[in-house]
């Protein structure tokens, strides 16, 4: 196993915010040679750290997608099969285990009344008998759009289908594909990354380096205000590359998920001093042994559209 370094996490969360971005504009905002940028990508690629250069339909098409995180213990000894047991449903996206036996789900709900069907999903096939239930906040965009007035084209699905298992391909290889020209194709894809109604990611997998990714859920104190994004931005300038993500919660205003990435159990039992100092109620460190990503409702949709508007001719990549 490779250790991923600092260089390495700064290009893994580019690529998944935009898995499309050429590597010489990674080259150019990281100071380094094109060569090197692509020989580090490559080596992430062969570790398995990075996985599935994919593209997906923006929220902004599905504007009452909730975002779910839920945790708990399983109390399933032999856990091996429980990863693909969860990754089943259709809302769950993410299914990681951590440390005595906790596992994080992540789920897109497409509608927030389905909620206590996914929990009880969660609590029977998991056996976790009281998920921590978290509603994260709303996702973000680049610009405010109504979405009744969204309106994706025969052409722009064909276009976003062909993308989405390679959301590098080149419009040449679209444009064979689908048998439209390559500037039809240049300005629509244009179109939609302007309007923000595609997403490219790429799934990441930092537990294939011997690396520790952990979650931090901390706690303010009662009858104490503190400013989220403040504190947010103050640790991502304290410990960035090494801040990976972070969750704050609608329905728990007092709590915020942190993850980070650290090379050594004395880098995390620093982070955690740190949070303590701010005189935080709690600070729960769960240390992360593996995950796994899962397509969800979101992905085949996209292909029944597509198969809709061929007349089912096209079949899902």
Not at 54 to 80: A, C, H, R, V, W
Not at 296 to 307: E, S
Request: proline share 3%.
């Amino acid at each position: 196993m490779v250790n991923m370094d600092e260089i390495d996490i700064t290009i893994s969360m580019m690529l998944m915010a935009n898995s499309r971005i050429p590597y010489a504009e990674i080259a150019q905002m990281l100071n380094m040679s094109v060569n090197s940028v692509h020989k580090r990508v490559k080596s992430m690629v062969e570790i398995g750290a990075l996985q599935h250069f994919q593209t997906k339909l923006s929220f902004l098409l599905f504007p009452n997608t909730t975002n779910i995180i839920m945790f708990g213990e399983s109390l399933i000894k032999n856990t091996k099969s429980l990863f693909n047991k969860l990754g089943k449903h259709e809302c769950i996206f993410n299914v990681t285990q951590a440390s005595g036996n906790i596992f994080f789900i992540h789920a897109y709900l497409e509608n927030i009344n389905d909620l206590d069907s996914l929990v009880n999903f969660v609590r029977k096939t998991g056996q976790i008998k009281e998920p921590f239930i978290g509603l994260s906040k709303t996702f973000p965009s680049k610009i405010e759009i109504d979405a009744s007035a969204i309106n994706i084209s025969k052409l722009d699905y064909l276009l976003i289908h062909s993308l989405k298992n390679n959301s590098r391909k080149t419009i040449a290889e679209i444009s064979k594909e689908i048998n439209s020209s390559t500037k039809t194709l240049r300005r629509h894809l244009n179109d939609l990354i302007e309007k923000d109604l595609v997403r490219f990611t790429v799934d990441w997998y930092p537990d294939k380096s011997p690396q520790f990714l952990t979650m931090i859920l901390v706690k303010a104190k009662p009858n104490i205000d503190f400013d989220t994004s403040a504190l947010i931005d103050k640790l991502r300038d304290q410990y960035s590359p090494k801040f990976v993500f972070n969750w704050a919660f609608s329905n728990h205003p007092d709590l915020i998920l942190f993850c980070f990435l650290a090379n050594t159990m004395r880098e995390i039992t620093e982070i955690k001093d740190y949070l303590f100092l701010m005189e935080f109620e709690s600070v729960d460190v769960h240390i992360l042994i593996e995950g796994r990503m899962y397509p969800t409702w979101i992905d085949t949709y996209l292909d029944k559209k597509v198969r809709e508007l061929t007349n089912g001719s096209k079949k899902p990549n």
